[in-house]
């Protein structure tokens, strides 16, 4: 993976833009696919890679941590929550949902400036 390399001053997560960095790769990865138990584990292992990547790029000082969950579309729904303790003032989070007809996919990412 790259050297981090602070680019900016700016303080405060931007979710906005971690938002659409998210949205890009689950599109890049999932857009246009069926859902295939047998290429789970590859999507995602690609889209947290690929979002990772591209947090890191954006140099800024956090710690990025990135989850995907892809589950098959059922009558029984898909449900997530996550809890943290951290400085709201700069610390932040983002959640991305995203379906087709046949599965589901939530990423998470949560930066903690250093």
Same mark, same amino acid.
């Given at each position: 993976m790259e050297e +981090?390399?602070?680019?900016?001053d700016e303080v &405060?997560?931007? @979710? =906005? =833009? @971690?938002?659409?960095?998210?949205?890009e790769c689950v599109d890049g990865v999932l857009g246009g696919e069926? +859902?295939?138990?047998?290429n789970i584990n590859q999507w995602t292992a690609s889209i947290v890679e690929q979002c990772l990547a591209h %947090?890191?790029? %954006? &140099?800024? @000082?956090y710690k990025y941590i990135v989850?995907? @969950?892809?589950?098959q579309k059922s009558a029984y729904g898909f449900h997530t929550a996550s809890s943290c303790f951290w400085d709201t003032t700069s610390d932040g989070t983002c959640t991305v949902r995203w379906e087709n007809r046949t599965m589901n996919c939530i990423v998470n990412v949560f930066a903690i400036a250093i």
């Open positions: +981090y390399q602070r680019h900016s &405060g997560f931007n @979710a =906005e =833009e @971690a938002h659409n960095i998210v949205k069926d +859902y295939n138990q047998n %947090l890191v790029k %954006l &140099g800024k @000082a989850t995907c @969950a892809v589950v």
